[in-house]
């Protein structure tokens, strides 16, 4: 059984930032790329950051230049630093990873459970 649990949301005001821990733990073999998406109220899930197990990084142009991702092999934690907030950033944040259980085995996608970021004044 693998479990991703994310940490770190809450209410901040425009302009102000936050950072998101996810980790992961149970029968892992190895983590492949790791990543954060979004979701606000009757809008689609959206993808703001992803990393690679060797550590290259991708945004999307909504986030680019404010939120950083990063990660720590040796506690399988993917992290969201998310500087300068706005209003549109409201939603809740999911992490997700491609994560083996056993050697020669096809990596599954896994998510957490989602944590509530508001940015509002």
């Known amino acids: 059984q693998v479990q991703l649990v994310e940490s770190g949301g809450g209410l901040v005001q425009p302009g102000g930032s936050l950072r998101l821990s996810c980790a992961a733990s149970g029968s892992i073999f190895s983590i492949y790329a790791m990543g954060w998406s979004r979701q606000a109220p009757g809008k689609q899930r959206e993808l703001v950051a992803t990393i690679t197990s060797t550590g290259s990084t991708h945004y999307p142009d909504s986030v680019k230049g404010r939120f950083t991702i990063s990660r720590d092999n040796a506690k399988n934690t993917v992290y969201l630093q998310m500087n300068d907030l706005k209003p549109e950033d409201t939603a809740v944040y999911y992490c997700?990873?491609?994560?083996?259980?056993?050697?020669?085995?096809?990596?599954?996608?896994?998510w957490g459970q989602g944590t509530q970021v508001t940015v509002s004044s």
């Open positions: 997700s990873a491609d994560i083996t259980i056993a050697a020669r085995t096809v990596p599954l996608d896994y």
